[in-house]
């Protein structure tokens, strides 16, 4: 299968270069290019892209509204959004994955990193493992801005116990692998119960399980870090 990918960025040179890097791989292809938010949002709904490859700092609409508009379509619930920007400071990742994006890169990354993330979060998982993005999500998701509600608790009331149970050490930034070992289950297991978590959640993919197991309670901050 082809992961189809849009391109939004406002450099031509930047997406001409990323375009030929995905048209090199035989399992990708560049679909349209959008040189701001409101380009990226009308090219969504005309190429249904699996990934939108996005920037933050755009003319107009930016990035981050991009990223929201596109989330919030229903008509685009198979479309992903990978965040590429050169401006990767806490409250741009916490935007970032609070409006819906699936992964969050800096543009310094090498060519094998970007093809590799394309790939996990086309494959619906999300780019959360490293320790410096966890306790970004611990700082940030779990202290809304003044006056934001968090999810009712009531959101996780269709889960069992286990799923509660996966689903909150995915939020801590654990593998299938680490929780299949924690909790002496096979890793197909682990996948079944984050798919039905995901599911009765309506959540489109790993990162927005993370925030929702932050916004209910179902996990609670650490201290942040220093």
């Known amino acids: 299968m082809t992961i189809r990918v849009l391109l939004a960025d406002d450099q031509a040179l930047l997406r001409g270069t990323f375009r030929l890097l995905i048209d090199s791989c035989a399992d990708m292809e560049v679909v349209g290019e959008a040189a701001n938010g409101r380009e990226a949002v009308d090219q969504a709904r ?8 996005m920037d933050i700092r755009m003319p ?15 008509e685009l619930t198979g479309t992903r959004i990978l965040v590429l920007t050169m401006f990767e400071t806490e409250e741009y990742v916490a935007k970032a994955l609070q409006v819906g994006a ?4 800096g543009k310094y990354v090498t060519t094998d990193v970007l093809l590799a993330g394309i790939r996990t ?3 619906g998982e999300s780019l959360l493992s490293p320790g410096a993005t966890r306790a970004l999500i611990t ?18 009331n ?3 116990p286990r799923e509660r149970e996966v689903a909150a050490l995915a939020a801590r930034g654990k593998s299938n ?3 299949a070992e924690e909790l002496f289950l ?3 297991t682990v996948r079944s119960h984050i798919q039905r978590a995901l599911t009765k959640l309506g959540a489109r993919d790993r990162a927005q399980l993370v925030v929702i197991a932050y916004q209910t309670g179902l996990v609670r901050p650490t201290s942040p870090p220093s």
Do not use: K, Q, Y
Request: aromatic share 4%; glycine share 8%.
């Open 158 to 160: 269709d889960l069992t």
């Open 102 to 105: 699936s992964g969050f890169l």
């Open 139 to 156: 700082r940030f998701l779990a202290a809304p801005a003044p006056g934001a509600l968090l999810a009712p608790p009531e959101r996780l």
């Open 186 to 188: 096979s890793v197909l």
């Open 46 to 53: 005309t190429h249904r892209p699996d990934i939108v490859l």
């Open 121 to 123: 979060v086309a494959a």
């Open 60 to 74: 107009g609409m930016d990035g981050l509204a991009a990223t929201a508009a596109i989330c919030d379509d229903l």
């Open 177 to 179: 692998n680490d929780i």
